[in-house]
């Protein structure tokens, strides 16, 4: 697990952004291939995986945002927004999950989306040795 900074084009210009890496692979990549079902579905293949990462020092460490004490929140019952829209605003098509800690690990689960009802199960639930986690989080200090 690692938190990188990527420069990503957001419409509003280049910006630095937080993405979660899982084994080497992007969050966004891992997101993009579970939608893809769905986006075809719908006729609109370009909708899957049109996130980014998070701007903003609000999530970077020392921030406990991935760490169950959400900055940002979409549905406002406990989820994490992970990434945000393509277009630099979060608010506008964010991926969410439910983030629980405990003393060894840390869970995501529950992953939902703000404007579509698919399903995620393709995306398991990802559990994370505390420590290391919270070493790639303090890895995000500016």
Not at 2 to 9: C, D, Y
Not at 50 to 66: C, F, I
């Amino acid at each position: 697990m690692e938190f990188r900074t990527v420069e990503e084009e957001l419409g509003v210009g280049v910006r630095p952004t937080l993405v979660p890496y899982l084994s080497g692979v992007s969050l966004l990549d891992l997101v993009r291939k579970a939608e893809l079902p769905f986006a075809r579905r719908e006729g609109s293949r370009g909708l899957a995986g049109s996130y980014a990462g998070l701007l903003g020092e609000e999530v970077r460490w020392p921030s406990r945002h991935y760490l169950g004490n959400p900055v940002l929140s979409w549905f406002g019952d406990g989820d994490t927004v992970l990434l945000g829209c393509g277009c630099g605003d979060w608010g506008c098509w964010p991926f969410t999950a439910l983030v629980t800690v405990d003393e060894d690990t840390v869970t995501w689960s529950g992953y939902r989306t703000g404007h579509r009802d698919w399903d995620y199960r393709e995306l398991r639930d990802f559990t994370f040795d505390r420590h290391q986690y919270e070493e790639a989080l303090r890895s995000t200090a500016r």
